[in-house]
T-cell receptor, first 112, second 114 residues
Framework: DVKVTQSSRYLVKRTGEKVFLECVQDMDHENMFWYRQDPGLGLRLIYFSYDVKMKEKGDIPEGYSVSREKKERFSLILESASTNQTSMYLC???????????FGQGTRLTVV | AQSVTQPDIHITVSEGASLELRCNYSYGATPYLFWYVQSPGQGLQLLLKYFSGDTLVQGIKGFEAEFKRSQSSFNLRKPSVHWSDAAEYFCAVGANTNAGKSTFGDGTTLTVKP
């Protein structure tokens, strides 16, 4: 069974902290994505990666960075967390052959 | 730029009734279109997808969608809704198959009445 695993379901962090959100996939996919989900705004793309050490900005990259040192792991980094980054974060891995995205269960981050 | 509009924020239907969720897209070339479902507290699951060919596509859980190029629409349908279908539904348009980048609509929340 294919799987995308996000390391935390819920996180509470303080303003100014550096925050790491981890995502691991076991499907050997090259393409991975980080989205942010807010009520009424759907999913917005933060960053994506086509391969190890390759990354591209999405629609809302400000305040975020990413790391892809290994194919299976794609990390989202909040350099200095702010309250407006309180949100649900979804990681996805993309199967190019079947043109299908697989999503993790999400990490609900609260910044206080 | 590509965009997706889901005109209905919230829809309520009775169990056993038919369902149609609307999706309109804007895209310069042939679109790659998707419908996803998100149950409470879960990630998104792909229901169905369209790239080319037959404009009526079948998906999982008894859902289907019809691509209408002239109307720039890709509406999701189900003949008889079950209580377990209560969830949030997202329509998405993809840039191309290799990238997997998709632009999502704002979502439609479906409530099912007993």
């Amino acid at each position: 069974d294919v799987k995308v695993t996000q390391s935390s379901r819920y996180l509470v962090k303080r303003t100014g902290e550096k925050v790491f959100l981890e995502c691991v996939q076991d499907m050997d996919h090259e393409n991975m994505f980080w989205y942010r989900q807010d009520p009424g705004l759907g999913l917005r793309l933060i960053y994506f990666s086509y391969d190890v050490k390759m990354k591209e900005k999405g629609d809302i990259p400000e305040g975020y960075s990413v790391s892809r040192e290994k194919k299976e792991r794609f990390s989202l980094i909040l350099e200095s967390a702010s309250t407006n980054q309180t949100s649900m974060y979804l990681c996805a891995s993309f199967d190019v052959m079947n043109t299908e995205a697989f999503f993790g269960q999400g990490t609900r981050l609260t910044v206080v | 730029a590509q965009s997706v509009t889901q005109p209905d924020i919230h829809i309520t239907v009775s169990e056993g009734a038919s369902l149609e969720l609307r999706c309109n897209y804007s895209y310069g070339a042939t679109p790659y279109l998707f419908w996803y479902v998100q149950s409470p507290g879960q990630g998104l699951q792909l229901l169905l997808k369209y790239f080319s060919g037959d404009t009526l596509v079948q998906g999982i859980k008894g859902f289907e969608a019809e691509f209408k190029r002239s109307q720039s629409s890709f509406n999701l349908r189900k003949p008889s809704v079950h209580w377990s279908d209560a969830a949030e539904y997202f329509c998405a348009v993809g840039a191309n198959t290799n990238a997997g980048k998709s632009t999502f609509g704002d979502g439609t929340t479906l409530t099912v009445k007993p």
